[in-house]
């Protein structure tokens, strides 16, 4: 049997069924269904006048298009062999038409299309195709090569970790940088001034033009135990080892007012907006107005031990402090009790940081025998959780950017941790402190810190994003490694 063709290729159009014998004029039907059956005379040869364009490679079952339902059987006159014949023809009609894919929604009685040969090739492609290749193309888009056979394979894009370089882009020297757990030796100021006490001197980094100066000298019979810049201006506070504190304008070089109050060392200082805050050996934390006369406007006691740890919240409402009585407090603008205690740690609380993304969060961290960070809600007077770091923790910081935090750790690591909250999870430890990293400071732009230890050093390190590009990877690095004195 010849298998009919409908062809848009050329001009010539054949249009007949295939019979052995087909009837002559006289057996024709004289039905409309006779025009299915017409015989062109084989001594000329028929034009169409139309563009009939070939469909063999369409796939229409994309679009959910149903062939057309074959049409009516004819009359009993027209015998069994018309009836298989135009069957036959149907279907090779609509396999030319829709597709060789479409044959498996031919009704019951039609011949197998495996027994018709319709010439597709299976490589070709057109429009109708666009709907499964796009969805393809958008998958092959990824670089991690999604399968789509793959069970229980997200499609989702996953954002890749950010880097954080594991070396810091400059280091200066610091000859006699204390290496004692209850200093706060380190402060960063909103001008980009670092403040540096080293023995009994305080130093001034410029970080936009390096330019090292030297603001006091306390005398061979004292020593500076803490430095604590204003959150405005150009005031700083350095607590001495004889129990005063004095206010330093820093632009001026020129000292403003000592303050005095405590019997030791003042170890701990805290700004708020209007108010200083200095912990001291003698156990005793004093509220302080620079403004006001007196050398201090309260007196908060509760610690049984040195105060080595102070910081007031974002909003200036709470101020949290550590001792190394193990104890956590924190006390309100007017109390002079503490509103909240917190004894979970079993070492000495240095590590204090209050969230700038969360009203309430509170981290902590304890000393050697108890090496955990926990989190605190201040709100709801509720411990959330706690991190066991493996070695003391000596200092905390919250990224401005970004929900993270810096740790740093003394024995028996002495690592930098970064790390992201509140899954805990470590973006990257850094190393290269040879002695406990007990002194820690953030830029104004979030985006470094800065480390001290009892090796001498002052490490720079690119840990944070930018709040613009949190996402833009810093190319600081070894490239711009340095060395250098601070004095």
Partial sequence: MDNPSISGMNNQSSLSSSQSNPPSK?????????????????????????????????NFALFDISPPPPPPPSDASRGEDNSSSSAAY??????????????????????????????????????????????????????????????????????????????PYKVLDAPALQDDFYLNLVDWSSHNVLAVGL?????????CSSKVTKLCDLGIDDSVCSVGWAQRGTSLAVGTSNGKVQIWDASRCKRVRTMEGHRL??????????????????????????????????????????????????????LASGGN?????????????????????????????????????????????DRCIRFWNTTTNSHLSCMDTGSQVCNLVWSKNVNELVSTHGYSQNQIIVW????????????????RVLYLAISP????????????????????????????????GASSFGRTHIR
């Avoid at 299309?113 to 057109?126: L, Y």
């Fill in 26 to 58: 006289s057996q024709e039907p004289t039905t409309p269904s006779s025009l299915n059956y017409y015989h062109p005379s084989p001594s000329r040869t028929i034009y169409s006048d139309r563009f009939i364009p070939c469909r063999s490679a369409s």
């Fill in 90 to 167: 149907t279907a090779l009609l609509r396999t030319a038409l829709f597709g060789s894919d479409l044959g498996f929604v031919v009704p019951p009685g039609t011949p197998d299309k495996k027994s018709f040969s319709v010439n597709t090739s299976p490589a070709s492609h057109n429009i109708f195709r666009f709907k499964s290749e796009t969805r393809q193309s958008l998958h092959s888009l990824s670089p991690l090569g999604f399968d789509d056979h793959s069970p229980g394979v997200s499609h989702s894009p996953v954002k890749a970790p950010r880097k954080v370089p594991r070396s």
């Fill in 199 to 207: 023995g009994n001197c305080v130093y001034l980094w410029n970080a």
């Fill in 265 to 318: 060392r003042v170890g701990a200082l805290a700004w708020s907006s209007s108010m200083l805050s200095s912990g001291s050996r003698d156990k005793s934390i004093l509220q302080r107005d620079p403004r006001a006369q007196q050398d201090f406007v309260s007196k908060l006691n509760g610690h049984k031990s040195e105060v080595c740890g102070l910081k007031w919240s974002y909003d200036n409402r709470e």
């Fill in 325 to 369: 009585d193990n104890r956590l407090f924190v006390w309100n603008q007017h109390s002079t009790q503490p509103v909240l205690k917190y004894c979970e740690h079993t070492a000495a609380v240095k590590a204090i940081a209050w969230s700038p993304h969360l009203h309430g969060l509170l981290a902590s961290g304890g000393g050697t025998a």
């Fill in 420 to 435: 992201r909250y509140p899954t805990m999870s470590k973006l990257a430890t850094l190393t290269g402190h040879t002695y």
């Fill in 445 to 476: 732009d979030g985006q470094t810190i800065v480390t001290g230890a009892g090796d001498e050093t002052l490490r720079f390190w690119n840990v944070f994003p930018s709040p613009k590009s949190q996402n833009t990877e810093s190319e600081i």
